[in-house]
Protein backbone atom coordinates (compact mmCIF):
# COMPACT_ATOMS: atom_id res chain seq x y z
CA UNK A 1 0.00 0.00 0.00
CA UNK A 2 2.05 3.44 -0.94
CA UNK A 3 1.02 6.24 0.93
CA UNK A 4 3.89 8.80 0.80
CA UNK A 5 6.01 9.31 -2.34
CA UNK A 6 8.95 10.89 -2.27
CA UNK A 7 10.96 12.50 -5.42
CA UNK A 8 14.75 13.26 -5.33
CA UNK A 9 15.26 16.34 -7.92
CA UNK A 10 13.05 19.49 -8.00
CA UNK A 11 13.67 20.17 -11.69
CA UNK A 12 11.00 20.63 -14.39
CA UNK A 13 10.76 16.42 -14.29
CA UNK A 14 11.04 15.77 -10.81
CA UNK A 15 8.28 18.49 -9.81
CA UNK A 16 6.30 17.50 -12.89
CA UNK A 17 6.01 14.28 -11.41
CA UNK A 18 5.46 15.14 -7.75
CA UNK A 19 2.47 17.05 -8.97
CA UNK A 20 0.94 13.77 -10.64
CA UNK A 21 1.54 12.00 -7.12
CA UNK A 22 -0.29 14.98 -5.39
CA UNK A 23 -2.44 15.54 -7.80
CA UNK A 24 -3.63 11.80 -7.48
CA UNK A 25 -3.98 12.24 -3.44
CA UNK A 26 -0.86 11.04 -2.48
CA UNK A 27 1.48 12.63 -0.03
CA UNK A 28 4.68 13.65 -1.27
CA UNK A 29 8.18 14.74 -0.43
CA UNK A 30 10.38 17.03 -3.06
CA UNK A 31 13.73 16.82 -2.34
CA UNK A 32 16.92 18.79 -4.10
CA UNK A 33 20.26 19.57 -2.75
CA UNK A 34 18.92 23.19 -1.72
CA UNK A 35 15.93 24.76 -0.70
CA UNK A 36 16.16 27.18 -3.27
CA UNK A 37 15.89 24.53 -6.02
CA UNK A 38 12.93 22.62 -3.66
CA UNK A 39 10.87 26.14 -3.59
CA UNK A 40 11.80 26.46 -7.55
CA UNK A 41 10.23 23.25 -7.75
CA UNK A 42 7.08 23.95 -5.74
CA UNK A 43 6.52 26.89 -7.76
CA UNK A 44 6.94 25.33 -11.24
CA UNK A 45 4.27 22.90 -9.75
CA UNK A 46 2.12 25.87 -9.05
CA UNK A 47 2.44 27.24 -12.38
CA UNK A 48 1.45 23.37 -13.97
CA UNK A 49 -1.85 23.89 -11.82
CA UNK A 50 -2.56 27.57 -12.85
CA UNK A 51 -2.26 26.76 -16.85
CA UNK A 52 -4.05 23.44 -16.20
CA UNK A 53 -6.93 25.84 -14.37
CA UNK A 54 -6.66 28.42 -16.62
CA UNK A 55 -7.21 26.55 -19.82
CA UNK A 56 -10.37 24.62 -18.25
CA UNK A 57 -11.86 28.00 -17.40
CA UNK A 58 -11.56 29.00 -21.20
CA UNK A 59 -12.91 25.67 -22.25
CA UNK A 60 -16.37 25.88 -21.88
CA UNK A 61 -16.90 28.89 -23.82
CA UNK A 62 -14.52 27.87 -27.09
CA UNK A 63 -16.55 24.28 -26.88
CA UNK A 64 -19.85 26.44 -27.13
CA UNK A 65 -18.45 28.55 -29.72
CA UNK A 66 -17.38 25.25 -31.89
CA UNK A 67 -21.14 24.05 -31.60
CA UNK A 68 -22.45 27.07 -32.67
CA UNK A 69 -20.67 28.03 -35.62
CA UNK A 70 -21.52 24.64 -36.85
CA UNK A 71 -25.34 26.51 -37.04
CA UNK A 72 -26.64 24.85 -33.58
CA UNK A 73 -28.54 27.29 -31.30
CA UNK A 74 -27.82 26.05 -27.76
CA UNK A 75 -29.96 27.24 -24.88
CA UNK A 76 -29.05 28.25 -21.65
CA UNK A 77 -29.44 25.18 -20.20
CA UNK A 78 -27.82 23.17 -22.61
CA UNK A 79 -24.81 25.88 -22.19
CA UNK A 80 -24.72 25.04 -18.61
CA UNK A 81 -24.37 21.35 -19.06
CA UNK A 82 -21.56 22.35 -21.15
CA UNK A 83 -19.79 24.29 -18.65
CA UNK A 84 -20.67 21.45 -15.86
CA UNK A 85 -19.49 18.93 -18.35
CA UNK A 86 -15.83 20.69 -18.96
CA UNK A 87 -15.26 21.87 -15.17
CA UNK A 88 -12.11 20.34 -13.74
CA UNK A 89 -10.28 22.87 -11.99
CA UNK A 90 -8.10 21.71 -9.61
CA UNK A 91 -7.59 22.62 -6.07
CA UNK A 92 -3.98 24.53 -5.58
CA UNK A 93 -4.30 25.17 -2.09
CA UNK A 94 -5.75 21.34 -1.02
CA UNK A 95 -2.73 19.98 -3.72
CA UNK A 96 0.13 22.02 -2.40
CA UNK A 97 -1.35 21.08 1.38
CA UNK A 98 0.15 17.31 0.05
CA UNK A 99 3.49 18.42 -0.88
CA UNK A 100 5.90 18.67 0.97
CA UNK A 101 9.97 20.19 -0.10
CA UNK A 102 13.08 19.53 1.46
CA UNK A 103 16.78 19.60 1.54
CA UNK A 104 17.22 16.58 3.69
CA UNK A 105 17.13 13.02 3.07
CA UNK A 106 15.93 12.45 6.39
CA UNK A 107 12.81 13.83 4.82
CA UNK A 108 11.94 10.66 2.85
CA UNK A 109 12.39 8.06 5.79
CA UNK A 110 8.59 7.32 6.07
CA UNK A 111 7.99 7.30 1.65
CA UNK A 112 6.79 3.91 0.41
CA UNK A 113 8.48 4.44 -3.01
CA UNK A 114 11.07 6.89 -3.85
CA UNK A 115 11.58 8.34 -7.23
CA UNK A 116 14.99 9.86 -8.51
CA UNK A 117 14.66 12.60 -11.20
CA UNK A 118 17.94 13.83 -10.98
CA UNK A 119 20.73 15.43 -14.10
CA UNK A 120 20.86 12.28 -16.47
CA UNK A 121 24.48 11.62 -15.27
CA UNK A 122 25.45 7.81 -14.41
CA UNK A 123 28.08 9.07 -11.57
CA UNK A 124 25.43 11.29 -9.98
CA UNK A 125 22.48 8.68 -10.26
CA UNK A 126 24.65 6.59 -8.71
CA UNK A 127 25.82 8.34 -5.58
CA UNK A 128 21.91 9.29 -4.73
CA UNK A 129 21.48 6.06 -4.67
CA UNK A 130 24.51 5.23 -2.50
CA UNK A 131 23.38 8.48 -0.10
CA UNK A 132 19.50 7.50 0.54
CA UNK A 133 20.34 4.02 1.57
CA UNK A 134 20.91 4.73 4.95
CA UNK A 135 17.45 6.20 5.17
CA UNK A 136 14.74 4.22 3.75
CA UNK A 137 12.73 1.02 5.25
CA UNK A 138 13.83 -2.24 3.38
CA UNK A 139 10.51 -2.30 2.65
CA UNK A 140 10.49 0.70 0.58
CA UNK A 141 10.74 0.82 -3.68
CA UNK A 142 13.29 3.06 -5.23
CA UNK A 143 12.96 4.04 -8.59
CA UNK A 144 14.90 5.86 -11.64
CA UNK A 145 13.50 8.13 -13.91
CA UNK A 146 16.67 7.62 -16.08
CA UNK A 147 15.67 7.79 -19.61
CA UNK A 148 18.83 5.55 -20.98
CA UNK A 149 21.17 5.07 -17.93
CA UNK A 150 21.76 1.70 -16.13
CA UNK A 151 19.58 1.12 -13.52
CA UNK A 152 21.83 -2.07 -12.74
CA UNK A 153 24.73 0.25 -12.03
CA UNK A 154 22.61 1.76 -10.06
CA UNK A 155 20.85 -0.86 -8.16
CA UNK A 156 25.03 -2.08 -6.99
CA UNK A 157 25.04 1.57 -4.85
CA UNK A 158 21.94 0.68 -3.29
CA UNK A 159 21.85 -1.35 0.16
CA UNK A 160 18.87 -3.33 -1.34
CA UNK A 161 19.01 -3.80 -4.73
CA UNK A 162 16.29 -5.94 -5.40
CA UNK A 163 13.84 -3.15 -4.39
CA UNK A 164 15.30 -0.84 -7.75
CA UNK A 165 13.53 -0.35 -10.53
CA UNK A 166 13.05 1.84 -13.61
CA UNK A 167 10.17 4.18 -13.38
CA UNK A 168 10.43 6.45 -16.96
CA UNK A 169 8.01 8.95 -16.77
CA UNK A 170 7.31 10.69 -20.19
CA UNK A 171 8.01 14.62 -20.56
CA UNK A 172 5.54 16.11 -19.15
CA UNK A 173 3.77 13.38 -17.14
CA UNK A 174 1.13 15.71 -16.31
CA UNK A 175 0.18 15.19 -20.37
CA UNK A 176 1.70 12.07 -21.54
CA UNK A 177 0.37 8.87 -19.41
CA UNK A 178 2.91 6.58 -20.27
CA UNK A 179 5.67 4.88 -18.15
CA UNK A 180 8.38 2.42 -18.98
CA UNK A 181 9.03 0.41 -15.50
CA UNK A 182 11.39 -2.73 -15.48
CA UNK A 183 13.45 -3.97 -12.52
CA UNK A 184 17.37 -4.13 -12.01
CA UNK A 185 18.75 -7.67 -12.84
CA UNK A 186 19.65 -7.61 -9.39
CA UNK A 187 15.85 -6.76 -8.86
CA UNK A 188 12.61 -8.66 -8.40
CA UNK A 189 9.59 -8.50 -10.78
CA UNK A 190 7.35 -8.29 -7.88
CA UNK A 191 8.89 -4.76 -7.29
CA UNK A 192 8.24 -3.98 -10.57
CA UNK A 193 4.67 -5.20 -10.47
CA UNK A 194 3.83 -2.76 -7.73
CA UNK A 195 4.76 -0.18 -9.48
CA UNK A 196 2.72 -1.32 -12.51
CA UNK A 197 -0.59 -1.83 -10.33
CA UNK A 198 0.02 1.49 -8.77
CA UNK A 199 0.28 3.67 -11.87
CA UNK A 200 -3.06 1.58 -13.34
CA UNK A 201 -4.64 2.84 -10.21
CA UNK A 202 -3.55 6.60 -11.19
CA UNK A 203 -4.18 9.29 -13.46
CA UNK A 204 -2.79 12.45 -15.22
CA UNK A 205 -4.89 15.56 -16.29
CA UNK A 206 -5.93 13.68 -19.59
CA UNK A 207 -6.02 10.41 -19.50
CA UNK A 208 -5.33 6.91 -16.84
CA UNK A 209 -1.82 6.53 -16.29
CA UNK A 210 -0.71 3.68 -19.13
CA UNK A 211 2.57 1.74 -17.37
CA UNK A 212 4.47 -0.64 -19.92
CA UNK A 213 6.66 -3.39 -18.63
CA UNK A 214 10.42 -3.91 -20.65
CA UNK A 215 13.91 -4.75 -19.26
CA UNK A 216 17.13 -3.12 -18.38
CA UNK A 217 18.33 -2.25 -21.51
CA UNK A 218 20.00 1.19 -22.75
CA UNK A 219 16.90 2.96 -24.16
CA UNK A 220 14.13 0.92 -23.19
CA UNK A 221 11.53 0.61 -25.33
CA UNK A 222 10.59 4.47 -26.68
CA UNK A 223 13.97 6.08 -26.74
CA UNK A 224 15.83 3.42 -28.57
CA UNK A 225 13.29 3.71 -31.04
CA UNK A 226 12.82 7.22 -31.01
CA UNK A 227 16.78 8.45 -31.09
CA UNK A 228 16.81 6.49 -33.71
CA UNK A 229 14.35 8.20 -35.40
CA UNK A 230 15.56 11.59 -34.82
CA UNK A 231 19.75 10.66 -35.59
CA UNK A 232 18.60 9.40 -39.18
CA UNK A 233 16.30 12.73 -39.53
CA UNK A 234 19.62 14.68 -38.77
CA UNK A 235 21.34 12.45 -41.64
CA UNK A 236 18.93 12.62 -43.58
CA UNK A 237 19.18 16.73 -43.66
CA UNK A 238 22.84 16.56 -43.65
CA UNK A 239 23.65 14.62 -46.60
CA UNK A 240 20.70 17.54 -48.16
CA UNK A 241 17.97 15.02 -49.23
CA UNK A 242 15.66 17.29 -47.61
CA UNK A 243 15.19 21.03 -45.37
CA UNK A 244 13.98 20.32 -41.86
CA UNK A 245 10.85 21.24 -42.05
CA UNK A 246 9.93 19.22 -45.01
CA UNK A 247 11.54 16.37 -43.15
CA UNK A 248 9.64 17.80 -40.20
CA UNK A 249 6.52 17.68 -42.46
CA UNK A 250 6.45 14.63 -44.30
CA UNK A 251 6.96 12.89 -40.80
CA UNK A 252 3.70 14.41 -39.38
CA UNK A 253 1.53 14.08 -42.28
CA UNK A 254 3.13 10.90 -43.76
CA UNK A 255 4.13 9.04 -40.63
CA UNK A 256 1.13 10.70 -38.22
CA UNK A 257 3.75 11.80 -35.83
CA UNK A 258 2.39 14.57 -33.60
CA UNK A 259 5.61 16.84 -33.72
CA UNK A 260 8.41 16.60 -35.97
CA UNK A 261 11.74 14.86 -35.38
CA UNK A 262 13.50 18.22 -34.99
CA UNK A 263 10.49 19.70 -33.55
CA UNK A 264 10.66 16.93 -31.10
CA UNK A 265 14.39 17.14 -30.37
CA UNK A 266 14.52 20.88 -30.14
CA UNK A 267 11.61 20.08 -27.51
CA UNK A 268 13.45 17.81 -25.51
CA UNK A 269 16.81 19.72 -25.67
CA UNK A 270 19.27 19.13 -27.94
CA UNK A 271 21.86 18.64 -24.59
CA UNK A 272 19.55 15.68 -23.59
CA UNK A 273 19.59 14.53 -27.14
CA UNK A 274 23.36 14.35 -27.83
CA UNK A 275 23.94 12.64 -24.20
CA UNK A 276 21.48 10.03 -24.88
CA UNK A 277 22.87 9.21 -28.49
CA UNK A 278 26.53 9.59 -27.36
CA UNK A 279 25.40 6.37 -24.72
CA UNK A 280 23.66 4.64 -27.13
CA UNK A 281 26.92 4.83 -29.93
CA UNK A 282 29.07 3.80 -26.72
CA UNK A 283 26.48 0.44 -26.34
CA UNK A 284 24.65 -0.41 -29.58
CA UNK A 285 28.22 0.79 -31.99
CA UNK A 286 28.18 2.86 -35.30
CA UNK A 287 24.55 3.17 -35.99
CA UNK A 288 24.05 5.47 -33.46
CA UNK A 289 26.63 7.81 -34.73
CA UNK A 290 26.49 11.34 -33.44
CA UNK A 291 25.90 14.17 -36.42
CA UNK A 292 28.10 16.84 -37.04
CA UNK A 293 25.37 19.23 -37.28
CA UNK A 294 24.32 18.22 -33.55
CA UNK A 295 27.38 18.29 -32.23
CA UNK A 296 28.06 21.99 -33.40
CA UNK A 297 24.97 22.85 -32.65
CA UNK A 298 25.43 21.80 -28.71
CA UNK A 299 28.80 23.97 -29.36
CA UNK A 300 27.70 26.87 -29.97
CA UNK A 301 24.94 26.82 -26.79
CA UNK A 302 21.99 26.01 -29.10
CA UNK A 303 20.06 23.79 -27.09
CA UNK A 304 16.46 23.76 -28.15
CA UNK A 305 13.45 25.47 -27.58
CA UNK A 306 15.27 26.21 -23.26
CA UNK A 307 18.10 27.98 -24.76
CA UNK A 308 15.47 30.10 -27.53
CA UNK A 309 17.43 28.38 -30.52
CA UNK A 310 18.23 24.85 -31.42
CA UNK A 311 17.41 23.20 -34.76
CA UNK A 312 14.92 26.25 -35.26
CA UNK A 313 15.15 29.56 -33.57
CA UNK A 314 12.80 30.41 -31.32
CA UNK A 315 13.63 33.89 -30.54
CA UNK A 316 11.81 35.18 -33.32
Known amino acids: MFKNIGIIGAGAMGSAIAEVF???????????VNMDFATRGLKHIEKIVDDYNSYYERLPER???????????LSLEQKEKINNYFSHKIDKNDLEKRIKITDKYEDLSKCDLV???????????????????GYLSDDAIMATNTSSLSVTEMASYYKNPKKVILMHFFNPPYTLPLVEIAPSTQGSDDAAKQAYDLLKGMKNHRNNMQPVMTRDKTGFIVNRILLQVINEAIKVYDENIATKEDID???????????GPFELAD??????????LKTFKDVYGDRFNLSETLTNLIRAGYMGRKSGRGFYDYTK
Open 249 to 259: TAMKYGAGFPM
Open 22 to 32: AYNEFNVVLKD
Open 267 to 276: YVGLDIVYDV
Open 115 to 133: IEAAFEKQEIKNGIFKEIS
Open 63 to 73: EVSRIERMGLK
